[in-house]
T-cell receptor, first 114, second 121 residues
Framework: DAKTTQPPSMDCAEGRAANLPCNHS???????VYWYRQIHSQGPQYIIH???NNETNEMASLIITEDRKSSTLILPHATLRDTAVYYC???????????????FGQGTRLTINP | DTGVSQNPRHKITKRGQNVTFRCDPI?????LYWYRQTLGQGPEFLTY????????KSRLLSDRFSAERPKGSFSTLEIQRTEQGDSAMYLC???????????????????FGQGTRLTVV
């Protein structure tokens, strides 16, 4: 079962920052937060992951609260091509039974409006 | 293109027929995963391989489903006696598990293919 809670849908204006929240209140110490997105009719695409520090790459920024019970994915300047379903997943980093697979929830359907 | 490749992209089959899908992972990746996704849902885990060994299978993987990765490279997923409920997108992903000690070991991000869309009529 997915261990995360996300809003089912969000809208954002093109050019603005899109902030996607995720709750993971039962996250354990060795679990990372991963974000993937899925554009219509394509496979999921890896975006970013982090443990407790904020992370940034060329696609997005990930802000994790100090207690690690929630996080926010930030797309700084959203474009129409960012319209997709965004999945927040918690996953153990180290090799323990059952930890290898990604468990997807329903995700957030983000629509970027012109 | 050095990403995960899946073939065919689309398959339409009659109920009761057998189908086989192929996945070619990223070349150095030792882990390979199969997922199934139905309309409006997130991907659901089916099975995964570590090299050629199939290490975990979901309850979703009925006896009609079989997956292989004979040489630890490409993988096939076969569905026998297809049913209309098998209609879905079948996704393959691969990743590199780093073995050893220290902070470099463990799971890494998985990369997905474009999927094979199966329609059973």
């Amino acid at each position: 079962d997915a261990k995360t809670t996300q809003p089912p849908s969000m809208d954002c204006a093109e050019g603005r920052a899109a902030n996607l929240p995720c709750n993971h209140s039962t996250i354990s110490g060795n679990e990372y937060v991963y974000w993937y997105r899925q554009i219509h009719s394509q496979g999921p695409q890896y975006i970013i992951h982090g443990l407790k520090n904020n992370e940034t790459n060329e696609m997005a920024s990930l802000i994790i609260t100090e207690d690690r019970k929630s996080s926010t994915l930030i797309l700084p300047h959203a474009t129409l091509r960012d319209t997709a379903v965004y999945y927040c997943i918690v996953r153990a980093q180290y090799i323990i039974q059952g930890a290898q697979k990604l468990v997807f929830g329903q995700g957030t359907r983000l629509t970027i409006n012109p | 293109d050095t990403g995960v490749s899946q073939n065919p992209r689309h398959k339409i089959t009659k109920r009761g027929q057998n189908v086989t899908f192929r996945c070619d992972p990223i070349s150095e990746h030792n882990r390979l995963y199969w997922y199934r996704q139905t309309l409006g849902q997130g991907p659901e885990f089916l099975t995964y391989f570590q090299n050629e060994a199939q290490l975990e299978k979901s309850r979703l993987l009925s006896d009609r489903f079989s997956a292989e990765r004979p040489k630890g490279s490409f993988s096939t997923l076969e569905i026998q006696r297809t049913e209309q409920g098998d209609s879905a997108m079948y996704l393959c992903a691969s990743s590199l598990e780093r073995l050893g000690r220290g902070t470099e070991q463990g799971n890494t991000e998985a990369f997905f293919g474009q999927g094979t869309r199966l329609t059973v009529v």
